[in-house]
């Protein structure tokens, strides 16, 4: 049977409000005048893996649990405005929001409404089965309740992918989407020992590949025991803001890989789309297409920094 999706996103959909500091943390004062100003748009991390997936070329399909209220109303409006594939389960406790500070240098500091979700939320099992059966992969945000949904995604015989975003190694919430994907992203900014977590990945789960993005320092990626480090790649324009780079990252190595190309260029790939979308304002959304983020990787792939 051929896939009629290539990449099914589950989780992660939301809305973040920009607010723009001076510097990070923020200097303790009555009041701050904000500049240029504080902005709510639809976009959180499965939102921004859609939608470079899609930019891409990829056929994209989001699931999440969306709330009937404004933030509901921009989420999918995102969506349909950019022509991804939306399946909105009704959350009673609302779409989940989040405000983002941002320092001068491009640095956030995310704040996430806790009262918008609950213990027991759940995808319908049947709904994300039918999905995955569909699709050729399956994205996985670490977003309260997707760990639940991946058994069902493994039951439908789909590869996984996840990202850990900045795990610091030890919090159990993370273990489950650790182990069982096929495919682990994270970030090595609260990770003592980069090296240690990603062999520590890959020796207890199910992961063939694991990459540890860096920011100005690149990646680090693990494939077949061999650690490579991937140099950063030079952004388009002025770097503005880091919003969303590790979901452009992830977003293009999926393309890449889905593609057929070995994870070393992948990771290229995704140093490419990291840095592009370094550079847009957190106060919109945009992704690299396909032309320009080829066009990006340039010269040899990095060596092996290490083997097993």
């Known amino acids: ?70 933030e509901g109303d921009l989420v999918r409006a995102l969506h349909r405005d950019h022509g991804i594939a939306h399946t909105a389960v009704p959350q009673p406790y609302g779409t989940k929001r989040a405000v983002n500070l941002v320092g001068p240098d491009g640095r956030r500091l995310s704040l996430y409404d806790a009262t918008r979700w609950a213990e027991t939320d759940r995808l319908p099992e049947r ?20 760990a639940h949904a991946l058994p069902v995604l493994r039951a439908a015989g789909v590869t996984v992918s996840t990202d850990l975003h900045d795990w610091d190694g030890t919090n159990p919430y993370h273990e489950p989407f650790a182990l069982a994907a096929d495919l682990v992203f994270l970030s090595a900014a609260a990770l003592p020992d980069p090296e240690a977590t990603l062999r520590r990945i ?44 590790g979901d452009a990252f992830a977003a293009a190595f999926l393309w890449g890989w889905l593609g057929g190309r070995p994870p070393r260029h992948c990771a290229r790939l995704g140093a490419v789309a990291g840095a592009y979308a370094c550079t847009v304002p957190s106060t919109r959304v945009a992704a690299i297409g396909p032309q320009a983020l080829l066009a990006g990787v340039t010269g040899p792939v990095p060596g092996t920094v290490s083997g097993g």
């Open 1 to 70: 049977m051929t896939a009629e999706i290539d990449v099914l996103v589950v989780g992660g959909a939301g809305v973040d409000t920009i607010v723009h500091v001076p510097e990070l943390p923020v200097p303790l004062a009555d009041s701050h005048m904000i500049h240029p100003g504080i902005v709510t748009r639809a976009g959180q991390s499965g939102d921004f893996v859609a939608l470079g997936t899609s930019a891409l070329g990829l056929r994209t399909h989001h699931i999440d649990l969306i709330g009937d209220d404004h």
């Open 127 to 146: 709904t994300l089965h039918d999905l995955a059966a569909a699709s050729r992969h399956a994205h996985v945000v670490i977003t309260q309740p997707c």
């Open 202 to 245: 890959a020796a207890r789960g199910r992961a063939r590949v694991v990459v540890a993005t860096a920011g100005a320092d690149g990646a680090f990626l693990l494939h077949d025991d061999e650690l490579t480090h991937v140099l950063p790649a030079e952004p388009p324009a002025p770097v503005v803001d880091s919003n969303g780079a």
